[in-house]
């Protein structure tokens, strides 16, 4: 007999296995940049620069990019393309999956 976990729906049909992998909230925040400015650096436990973290940025304008960076145990994030001496609030999530 095997041994494991499966969740099914109304009509029987599997929509959650043992094997699969769930995304969970880690962390959010906000900060302020400024053109010219290094990159912002947020420290976040544990994290590591593979595809099980997920950074979502956004910015308080809509030109330009946004540059985000994972490493251990923190990531960068700064945005790209401002006018001079601009200054933008970026916010993001952290996911793990």
Request: proline share 1%.
């Amino acid at each position: 007999m095997a041994y494991g976990l499966q969740i099914k729906n109304a009509s029987d049909q599997l929509v959650l296995e043992i094997s699969d992998r769930v995304a969970r909230f880690v962390t959010t925040g906000s900060s302020s940049y400024t053109t010219g400015d290094s990159p912002i650096t947020v420290s976040v436990t544990g994290m590591a620069n593979d595809d099980t973290w997920t950074v979502i940025v956004n910015s308080s304008v809509a030109h330009g990019g946004i540059e985000v960076v994972k490493g251990s145990g923190s990531f960068t994030m700064k945005q790209a393309g401002l006018f001079a001496s601009q200054t933008v609030t970026l916010r993001y999530i952290v996911i793990r999956n």
